[in-house]
């Protein structure tokens, strides 16, 4: 399993940005794709972004044109640029991989990949 943590949470005002990173280690097999989610208490689990090897990019409609999902492959980094936040975004994000193709094939586009690995998440609660 990939080891991921995730940085960059914290408390903003509406309109303003952060960015999340999301530190990969501890894996042989090559991860690859990977996505950010975010789960705010009592609602459902979403997928929010996600990008592959390839550098191709999926993001939710909520999100799309104002969060920025990238990678740094050299350092193993995945980014999220968040601007224009919203008080609907605070949430729990979390940062997630996948070593199967298939799995980021199937699921990319839909935003449902089925993960093989998680991190323990980073809060970001935006205010009005």
């Known amino acids: 399993q990939v080891q991921l943590v995730e940085s960059g949470g914290g408390s903003v005002q509406a309109g303003g940005s952060l960015r999340l990173s999301c530190a990969a280690s501890?894996?042989?097999?090559?991860?690859?794709?990977m996505g950010w989610y975010r789960q705010a208490p009592g609602k459902k689990r979403e997928e929010v972004a996600n990008i592959d090897n390839d550098g191709t990019t999926n993001y939710a409609d909520s999100v799309r044109g104002r969060f920025t999902i990238s990678q740094d492959k050299a350092d193993n980094t995945l980014y999220l640029q968040m601007n224009s936040l919203k008080p609907e975004d605070s949430a729990m994000y979390y940062c997630?991989?996948?070593?199967?193709?298939?799995?980021?094939?199937?699921?990319?586009?839909?935003?449902?990949?089925?993960?093989?690995?998680w991190g323990q998440g980073t809060q970001v609660t935006v205010s009005s």
């Open positions: 501890g894996y042989t097999d090559p991860i690859q794709c």
């Open positions: 997630a991989a996948d070593r199967d193709i298939y799995d980021c094939w199937s699921g990319g586009y839909n935003l449902d990949i089925k993960y093989d690995s």
